[in-house]
């Protein structure tokens, strides 16, 4: 799916650009995934495991932009990448294609902005273009400020899994599951 370029105002007064992930930038979406893993428990993969290569992530970022419903956007600061959202479809069977998943990620000094809310608003809005009825998202234990911007977007919690994250300390957390009607 394509994205028109899209300017915004963040809290701060900068503005970021938001536009599709292009193929041209896997280096950068490689280096991005390594560097927000380590800055937070909150995702599902510690750093060393993303091991994507270069053509891989490549040929995912082309599958994102040719598919007709789904979608990866960034998020540039003063031309630095700051984060990406992803749409992503939760089946093609007749019975799940009214639901989709919607994923927000951004480095942690651009956090506090609103830039993952705008992010996840542009993606509610295409997903409904889509024709999706149903956004679905999970948020880890204790990431209490992501859960309360999806709260405030309408999402519901519907579920939780107890120890979904194991950290190499042995510790964990769980998981909510979270939807909203489109």
Same mark, same amino acid.
């Not at 292009?22 to 390594?34: D, T, V, W």
């Not at 998020?75 to 700051?82: D, F, P, R, T």
């Not at 651009?110 to 993952?116: D, P, T, V």
């Not at 679905?136 to 992501?146: F, S, T």
């Given at each position: 799916?394509?994205?028109?370029?899209?300017?915004?105002?963040?809290?701060?007064?900068?503005?970021?650009?938001?536009?599709?992930?292009?193929?041209?930038?896997?280096?950068?979406?490689?280096?991005?995934?390594?560097?927000?893993?380590?800055?937070?428990?909150?995702?599902?993969?510690?750093?060393?495991?993303?091991?994507?290569?270069?053509?891989?992530?490549?040929? !995912?970022?082309? /599958?994102?932009?040719?598919?007709?419903?789904?979608?990866? %956007?960034?998020?540039?600061?003063? *031309?630095? $990448?700051?984060?990406?959202?992803?749409?992503?479809?939760?089946?093609?069977?007749?019975?799940?294609?009214?639901?989709?998943?919607?994923?927000?990620?951004?480095?942690?000094?651009?956090?506090?902005?609103?830039?993952?809310?705008?992010?996840?608003?542009?993606?509610?809005?295409?997903?409904?273009?889509?024709?999706?009825?149903?956004?679905?998202?999970?948020? !880890?234990?204790? /990431?209490?400020?992501?859960?309360?911007?999806?709260?405030? %977007?309408?999402?519901?919690?519907? *579920?939780? $899994?107890?120890?979904?994250?194991?950290?190499?300390?042995?510790?964990?957390?769980?998981?909510?599951?979270?939807?909203?009607?489109?």
């Amino acid at each position: 799916m394509i994205y028109a370029e899209t300017e915004i105002k963040l809290k701060n007064g900068c503005t970021a650009v938001v536009r599709n992930a292009r193929p041209e930038n896997a280096k950068q979406m490689i280096e991005y995934l390594r560097t927000v893993s380590g800055e937070s428990p909150f995702f599902l993969r510690e750093p060393d495991e993303v091991n994507f290569t270069v053509e891989k992530e490549r040929a !995912i970022l082309q /599958n994102k932009a040719e598919s007709p419903n789904e979608i990866m %956007l960034t998020a540039y600061v003063n *031309g630095k $990448l700051a984060g990406n959202c992803s749409l992503a479809s939760q089946g093609d069977k007749r019975r799940t294609k009214h639901r989709c998943c919607v994923s927000v990620a951004l480095y942690e000094k651009y956090c506090n902005l609103g830039l993952g809310r705008i992010l996840l608003s542009t993606l509610l809005e295409l997903a409904k273009q889509c024709g999706y009825t149903q956004a679905e998202l999970g948020v !880890i234990e204790g /990431n209490e400020r992501a859960k309360h911007v999806y709260e405030s %977007l309408g999402f519901k919690e519907y *579920g939780f $899994l107890p120890n979904s994250l194991r950290y190499s300390d042995g510790t964990a957390r769980g998981e909510y599951f979270m939807v909203k009607e489109l």
